[in-house]
Nanobody, 123 residues
Framework: QVHLVESGGGLVQAGGSLRLSCAAS????????MGWYRQAPGKQRELVAD???????NYADSVKGRFTISRDNAKNTVYLQMISLKPEDTAVYYC?????????????????WGPGVQVTVSS
């Protein structure tokens, strides 16, 4: 199976910065798109940003110009650099990976999720 582990969350003042990391491990054949989602209290989970294996990135309108997604394919890791953070960015952030995994004899497509990390922005 594929395991995703997020790191880099925490408490920061408005206007500050954080960098989230997510490393994938397991019997991975390949990883296609990777992305970050977030869920604030009382709200639905929403896409923050995603990035293709070729490096094409997409962002939610609310974070454009402030967040940057990147990936290191050799390390199976995706990053989210967040600057100019606002209190409304407060949420649990989840890592996602669209992967092909192996059981030793064949491969299967899997949509994988990390457990989430808390980001809290104080005013």
């Amino acid at each position: 199976q594929v395991h995703l582990v997020e790191s880099g969350g925490g408490l920061v003042q408005a206007g500050g910065s954080l960098r989230l990391s997510c490393a994938a491990s397991g019997s991975i054949i390949s990883i296609n798109a990777m992305g970050w989602y977030r869920q604030a209290p009382g709200k639905q989970r929403e896409l923050v940003a995603d990035i293709s294996s070729g490096g094409t990135a997409n962002y939610a309108d609310s974070v454009k110009g402030r967040f940057t997604i990147s990936r290191d394919n050799a390390k199976n890791t995706v990053y989210l650099q967040m600057i100019s953070l606002k209190p409304e960015d407060t949420a649990v952030y989840y890592c996602n990976a669209d992967a092909a995994v192996s059981d030793g004899s064949t491969w299967f497509p899997r949509d994988c999720w990390g457990p989430g990390v808390q980001v809290t922005v104080s005013s």
